[in-house]
């Protein structure tokens, strides 16, 4: 199935993660980038957390980590995140991409490297 945009539905997903520092946003960010498990990651900074925590309620300053790459990426993804990650239990959740720019979709998936995204696969 292919929506408007051309993206074959599940194809390619937004992961997300949350750090403390900027310079752990930074490290997590050009890791994945650079193993070609993600093909960009924004970090957005600024984020305000609200979240329970060994039985106690934490508040804290964060930065988001928006993490794109293909579906068949992700359980590398989250192994990476999971070992990069300063945090005990890593938050990483995934939604999928169901339409976007065809040029834009076709670049992520030339960015990502696996066996699964070859050229002539791509919209």
Same mark, same amino acid.
């Given at each position: 199935?292919?929506?408007?945009?051309?993206?074959?539905?599940?194809?390619?997903?937004?992961a997300?993660?949350?750090?403390?520092?900027?310079?752990?946003?930074?490290?997590?960010?050009?890791?994945?980038?650079?193993?070609?498990?993600?093909? #960009? /990651?924004?970090?957005?900074?600024?984020?305000?957390?609200?979240?329970? =925590?060994? !039985? %106690?309620? $934490?508040?804290?300053?964060?930065?988001?980590?928006?993490?794109?790459?293909?579906?068949?990426?992700?359980?590398?993804?989250?192994?990476?995140?999971?070992?990069?990650?300063?945090?005990?239990?890593?938050?990483f959740? #995934? /939604?999928?991409?169901?339409?976007g720019?065809?040029?834009?979709?076709? =670049?992520? !998936? %030339?960015? $990502?490297?696996?066996?699964?995204?070859?050229?002539?696969?791509?919209?």
């Open positions: 199935m292919r929506s408007r945009a051309g993206n074959k539905t599940g194809r390619f997903a937004i997300y993660t949350t750090v403390e520092k900027k310079s752990d946003a930074l490290r997590i960010a050009g890791s994945v980038v650079d193993e070609g498990l993600a093909a #960009c /990651v924004n970090v957005v900074p600024g984020l305000s957390s609200v979240y329970r =925590w060994k !039985g %106690r309620t $934490v508040r804290a300053r964060e930065y988001l980590l928006m993490i794109k790459t293909g579906r068949s990426m992700l359980p590398r993804l989250e192994r990476r995140v999971r070992a990069l990650s300063p945090y005990e239990l890593p938050e959740i #995934c /939604v999928d991409i169901d339409a720019s065809r040029d834009y979709l076709a =670049w992520l !998936g %030339r960015s $990502v490297s696996s066996s699964w995204f070859s050229e002539g696969s791509l919209p």
